[in-house]
Nanobody, 116 residues
């Protein structure tokens, strides 16, 4: 059974930092493309960042470029999202995603709230 468990969310002031972690189990982690998504109240879920098994050429949405960094540790089956210079508009539930071919798995999400 595949499990993705996010942690590291919380309340932070604007300009602050948080580091999200997603621990994966029940899958061949290093064969999956890993991503972070977020969903704010009343808005659609959007992709924030993604990283291939090798870690090369990560993807970032324009609004987080230069502030967020995605990384993975295949030995620990964990993907991270370092979030710096947080803004109130970054407030959302952040979800971890594992994708490969027809397989698509989601975590339960972790709340990130940025106060102004």
């Amino acid at each position: 059974q595949v499990q993705l468990v996010e942690s590291g969310g919380g309340l932070v002031q604007a300009g602050g930092s948080l580091r999200l972690s997603c621990a994966a189990s029940g899958l061949s982690f290093d064969s999956f493309y890993m991503g972070w998504y977020r969903q704010a109240p009343g808005k659609e879920r959007e992709r924030v960042a993604g990283i291939s098994w090798s870690g090369s050429s990560p993807y970032y949405r324009d609004s987080v470029k230069g502030r967020f960094t995605i990384s993975r540790d295949n030995a620990k089956n964990t993907v991270y999202l370092q979030m710096n210079s947080l803004k109130p508009e970054d407030t959302a539930i952040y979800y971890c995603n594992a994708a490969r071919l027809a397989f698509n798995h989601w975590g339960q999400g972790t709340q990130v709230t940025v106060s102004s």
